[in-house]
């Protein structure tokens, strides 16, 4: 075991933490990363690791005690890594709950691990406020000295990189710095930049799958699907751009448009005598967590008129579960302004009978990943699921259909609704009129 000695100055004043903060009231002067700096250009013979360390749910705690509270687990965490039995490493804060950490002395590269372990079992007890336990999360991205750079305040950006990497991985909450993160930035910034144009330049259009009777083929109405269409021609599933659009902020601008376009579908359905078509619009977890949402929602329905109960509006079950209380609130005013709400993707998320009961839900999409084992190992599966959908009185949609066989299954079980390649792909508006007349 490491003997403990925390790095110190005695000259810089402590902050809510007890320990020093980056924090200071005039932006570009930051008296505790400054004495970092000099203190690691000062001890630049040894191995050291820059730390950025980040506390992954501190929002919630903030929002469900108040920040009186969560400054009182900002104190309980910095004593936690203060008492870290080890050789020697300094903590400072940055932010309300991000924090740095140098450490030096390291026989070899290696020798972070330990450390990182160390950090590990810190936090594997649990916390405690007005006597309720809970755990805390984490993210940590580390960069080397010298095997990264020389330079501190390099390796400083080069460890929030790594943090941020780690926070968007989701399952792993330590990173190291790799300089392919600097490349899939640049990727990003690009992205960004082409995404922005082609909303502005109107370069996304909808297409529209056919959802049909497994029964009788009779049409129900169609999946709103967005697509990106270069200049050049070129046609850009959603898979290639839609996770950009959510990380650089252009998912709710990017989402409100598909909602906006879709209820001037229905209404172009309606006026060409199609007017018991449906048509579902997918909702990304970023549009519905944003605090305008409904208002949103609302005031594209007043500026389009259209009428709501030929819309469906599909939610996954990743993000029902991410704040259930405040999504199912939501969801319950959709359902009251008269929207369908489709739960997508079901069985491969949360799924329990128990969820699903209390869940604002008309309809339950199969996905696809099931519908492809159908006539394998768990082809009775998807029966169940039918029954079960149907015990609760819901619609089910399956998704995916290619094969003959999927159909003459799901007609078995009494499935009551697919889409799929089988009947057709996702088509521009302008196909859409001419399936229509081939249908009928």
């Not at 709103?224 to 046609?235: N, T």
């Not at 619009?281 to 329905?301: G, L, M, Y």
């Not at 839900?361 to 492809?372: A, H, Q, R």
């Not at 394998?376 to 699921?385: C, F, W």
Request: aromatic share 12%; with cysteine.
């Amino acid at each position: 075991m490491y003997k403990k000695q925390v790095i110190q100055n005695e000259y810089i004043d402590l902050a809510l933490t007890d320990i020093p903060s980056f924090e200071s009231s005039h932006p570009s002067y930051s008296p505790s990363r400054e004495y970092v700096k000099q203190y690691f250009k000062q001890h630049q013979k040894d191995n050291m690791a820059i730390l950025y360390f980040d506390i992954s749910n501190f929002k919630s705690i903030n929002d469900s005690f108040g920040r009186e509270y969560g400054d009182i687990i900002l104190k309980q965490v910095s004593k936690r890594i203060k008492d870290i039995q080890f050789d020697k490493f300094m903590i400072s804060r940055l932010l309300a709950d991000e924090f740095l950490i140098l450490v030096e002395n390291l026989e070899t590269p290696d020798n972070i691990h330990d450390f990182l372990n160390l950090l590990s079992e810190a936090f594997e007890l649990p916390f405690n406020i007005l006597e309720t336990n809970f755990g805390l999360s984490y993210n940590v991205g580390v960069a080397m000295y010298p095997e990264d750079d020389y330079d501190f305040d390099n390796l400083f950006n080069y460890a929030d990189i790594a943090m941020h990497k780690a926070k968007n991985e989701e399952t792993r909450k330590v990173e190291f710095y790799h300089p392919d993160f600097k490349d899939r930035i640049l990727q990003k910034l690009y992205m960004e930049s082409e995404l922005r144009n082609g909303l502005k330049n109107q370069e996304f259009c909808l297409f529209y799958q056919p959802q049909v009777d497994v029964q009788d083929n009779t049409l129900l109405g169609f999946e709103a699907l967005i697509r990106w269409i270069k200049p050049d021609g070129r046609v850009i599933p959603p898979f290639h751009f839609i996770t950009s659009a959510e990380e650089t902020g252009l998912m709710v601008p990017m989402g409100n448009w598909v909602f906006e376009e879709a209820c001037n579908f229905v209404n172009r359905l309606e006026h060409k005598g199609y007017s018991k078509l449906c048509v579902s619009v997918n909702i990304s977890a970023v549009q519905i967590a944003d605090d305008n949402f409904v208002d949103i929602i609302k005031q594209i329905v007043d500026s389009t008129q259209v009428d709501t109960s030929k819309l469906q509006i599909e939610i996954t079950e990743s993000v029902l579960m991410k704040n259930m209380k405040a999504t199912t609130a939501k969801i319950l005013e959709l359902q009251h302004m008269g929207f369908i709400i489709a739960l997508d993707d079901f069985g491969i998320g949360y799924s329990s009978l128990s969820y699903l009961r209390q869940l604002p839900i008309d309809v339950l999409k199969l996905d696809k990943s099931f519908i492809d084992d159908i006539n394998q190992e768990r082809k009775n599966l998807v029966g169940a699921m039918i029954n079960l959908g149907h015990e609760l009185e819901l619609d089910i949609i399956a998704e995916g259909i290619e094969e003959f066989h999927q159909l003459e299954y799901l007609r078995q079980y009494n499935c009551d609704f697919l889409q799929g390649y089988l009947i057709s792909k996702p088509i521009p508006e302008e196909e859409v009129f001419q399936f229509l007349e081939k249908y009928a």
